[in-house]
């Protein structure tokens, strides 16, 4: 959050918080018996596209979307290069991994209560909490 | 900001800056390392695509010449990087115990980066300022009998 906030690097924002999600989702899990953001990702899916994909593929899906794959894997059969909005997926990576830490560790950080402010105001937090009441449960996180 | 193209290079480049910024500042370890051995991953294959050998490989012909066995690149990369608890700390599965024990972790986080230094060095050379800068805190801050703190290619390490 410290490097993302002061926009020291987004590539390194990335790759931290893909790796800090890594941890989280194992421990959420493991040891708190609680649902990670993946899990509730493929219930979404499985409520919008009537089919629930397997574990493996969407979170390997989500960090292709993220460009937590890009900054973290190279096969000899990968293109030389990268396409992506370095800010956004440096933003979201992060948020996906708040979502889990939250769960695991409650809200007590000081800067990332900063980021979630910034969340609020970037995306008109009051109206999608507005929007929200009218997502059905199964369609909520747990 | 708006998609852009990034080169594989690009990418880990920012990477190790990062980690170099964050070790010389003496800010978070455990980044430190996560950056370096991602930033790594990504040299050691593109290394290997412009058919030079990588650092890993350098690592196992050391080890032949001292009598051991020639491990595989897989194998000598995997050991190295939990040695630097490079895996330990993005990954946790099911039965892993919650915590990692590290006897030194700024020697980890040092190594981490000295491991992928080199195969950037390969690719890229060695004219940035943020190398130069931390050549120089190489010189500054680390034992010169411990350590080819001169880049002397002819350096030989003390005997463990």
Same mark, same amino acid.
């Given at each position: 959050?410290?490097?993302?906030?002061?926009?020291?690097?987004?590539?390194?924002?990335i790759?931290?918080?893909?790796?800090?999600?890594?941890?989280?989702?194992?421990?959420?899990?493991a040891?708190?018996?609680?649902?990670?953001?993946?899990?509730?990702?493929?219930?979404?899916?499985?409520?919008m596209?009537?089919?629930?994909?397997?574990?493996?593929?969407?979170?390997?899906?989500?960090e =292709?979307? @993220?460009?937590? #794959? $890009?900054? %973290?894997? /190279?096969a000899?059969?990968?293109?030389?290069t990268?396409? =992506?909005? @370095?800010?956004? #997926? $440096?933003? %979201?990576? /992060?948020?996906?991994?708040?979502?889990?830490?939250?769960?695991?560790?409650?809200r007590?950080?000081?800067?990332?209560?900063?980021?979630?402010?910034?969340?609020w105001?970037?995306?008109?937090?009051a109206?999608?909490?507005?929007?929200?009441?009218?997502?059905p449960?199964?369609?909520?996180?747990? | 900001m708006?998609?852009?193209?990034?080169?594989?290079?690009?990418?880990?480049?920012?990477?190790?800056r990062?980690?170099?910024?964050?070790?010389?500042?003496?800010?978070?370890?455990?980044?430190?390392?996560?950056l370096?051995g991602?930033?790594d991953?990504?040299?050691?294959?593109?290394?290997?695509?412009?058919g030079?050998?990588?650092?890993?490989?350098?690592?196992?012909?050391?080890?032949?010449?001292?009598?051991?066995?020639?491990?595989?690149?897989?194998?000598?990369?995997?050991?190295?990087n939990?040695?630097?608890l490079?895996?330990?700390i993005?990954?946790?599965?099911?039965g892993?115990?919650?915590?990692?024990?590290?006897?030194?972790?700024d020697?980890?986080?040092?190594?981490?980066?000295?491991?992928?230094?080199?195969?950037?060095?390969?690719?890229?050379?060695?004219?940035?300022?943020?190398?130069?800068?931390?050549?120089?805190?190489?010189?500054?801050?680390l034992?010169p009998?411990?350590?080819?703190?001169?880049?002397?290619?002819?350096?030989v390490?003390?005997?463990a």
């Amino acid at each position: 959050m410290d490097i993302f906030l002061r926009g020291l690097s987004y590539h390194a924002v990335i790759t931290l918080a893909g790796a800090a999600s890594g941890l989280l989702d194992g421990m959420l899990r493991a040891q708190a018996g609680k649902e990670p953001f993946v899990d509730y990702a493929r219930r979404v899916c499985e409520q919008m596209a009537g089919k629930t994909p397997s574990r493996q593929s969407y979170y390997h899906h989500i960090e =292709m979307m @993220l460009g937590i #794959s $890009a900054h %973290k894997h /190279l096969a000899e059969t990968d293109t030389e290069t990268v396409e =992506m909005d @370095l800010y956004e #997926s $440096a933003e %979201k990576a /992060l948020t996906r991994a708040i979502l889990d830490y939250i769960k695991l560790n409650g809200r007590g950080e000081p800067l990332m209560n900063v980021f979630l402010r910034l969340l609020w105001a970037k995306y008109d937090g009051a109206h999608l909490v507005a929007e929200y009441e009218n997502v059905p449960k199964q369609m909520r996180p747990r | 900001m708006t998609t852009q193209t990034y080169t594989r290079l690009q990418i880990a480049a920012d990477q190790l800056r990062a980690a170099i910024g964050l070790f010389v500042a003496r800010n978070d370890r455990f980044s430190v390392i996560t950056l370096a051995g991602a930033a790594d991953v990504i040299l050691s294959r593109l290394v290997l695509n412009t058919g030079q050998s990588n650092f890993t490989d350098s690592i196992i012909e050391m080890e032949v010449e001292k009598g051991g066995p020639r491990q595989t690149r897989a194998v000598a990369g995997t050991a190295v990087n939990d040695m630097l608890l490079i895996n330990a700390i993005k990954h946790f599965d099911q039965g892993d115990s919650g915590t990692v024990e590290v006897d030194d972790l700024d020697e980890c986080a040092l190594a981490a980066i000295l491991k992928a230094l080199p195969n950037y060095v390969a690719l890229a050379g060695q004219n940035e300022d943020w190398i130069t800068a931390f050549y120089y805190w190489i010189r500054q801050n680390l034992d010169p009998k411990k350590y080819n703190v001169n880049l002397d290619p002819n350096w030989v390490a003390p005997a463990a």
